[in-house]
Antibody
């Protein structure tokens, strides 16, 4: 059974870089696409970006200049870095598997989420 | 970006009711439309993929339909565990975008 678990600091200072890691168990990061999605308190879901099994990345243009997603195959993890954060980046951050098959393109497995607060 | 608009934003219903949530895309997404259920404090859970396909393990009272720009999620007979927030999401093109959510309340 595939499981994802986010980890990282729960508090980040304004203007600094938010760094999160997602540990994948039951599957290999060398397969599929691996995404980050966030949800501000009381609000909806925003796709941040993904990294493919090939190592290629795709980011939301609204965050493009501040986002980096990378993968560490030796640890079976993928990571998110979001620079120059402000209070608007306060959210629950989810990692998720984006499954791509014939007739299926969806986020089928999610981590439990981790709350990140941007505050001094 | 493709804008996804759900209606209604909230809905009051009772156990046993038949409920329909609609989702409209700002441009055609063919059938690349997914539905998720989210309960408070939990991650979203995939219910329906590619507009009409039931994800494994999801009860058959959930169904989806539509294509192009208009889609619906139907719950045929509400159960107590179905009270949650529902999101549509398009996977036709990046950036992947979600609807604003429909909160289903008693």
């Amino acid at each position: 059974q595939v499981q994802l678990q986010e980890s990282g600091p729960g508090l980040v200072r304004p203007s600094e870089t938010l760094s999160l890691t997602c540990t994948v168990s039951g599957d290999s990061v060398n397969s599929y696409f691996w995404s980050w999605i966030r949800q501000p308190p009381g609000k909806g879901l925003e796709w941040i970006g993904y990294i493919a099994y090939s190592g290629s990345t795709k980011y939301n243009p609204s965050l493009n200049s501040r986002v980096t997603i990378s993968v560490d195959t030796s640890k079976n993890q993928f990571s998110l870095k979001l620079g120059s954060v402000t209070a608007a980046d306060t959210a629950v951050y989810y990692c998720a598997r984006y499954l791509v098959r014939v007739g299926l393109h969806a986020f089928d497995i999610w981590g439990q989420g981790t709350m990140v607060t941007v505050s001094s | 970006d493709i804008q996804m608009t759900q209606s209604p934003s909230s809905l009051s219903a009772s156990v046993g009711d038949r409920v329909t949530v609609t989702c409209r895309a700002s441009q055609t997404i063919t059938n690349f439309l997914n539905w998720y259920q989210q309960k408070p404090g939990k991650a979203p859970n995939l219910l329906i993929y590619t507009a009409a396909n039931l994800q494994s393990g999801v009860p058959s009272r959930f169904s989806g339909s539509g294509s192009g720009t208009n889609f619906t999620l139907t719950i045929s007979s509400l159960q107590s565990e179905d009270f949650a927030t529902y999101y549509c999401q398009q996977s036709y093109i990046t950036p992947h975008t979600f609807g604003q959510g429909t909160k289903l309340e008693i």
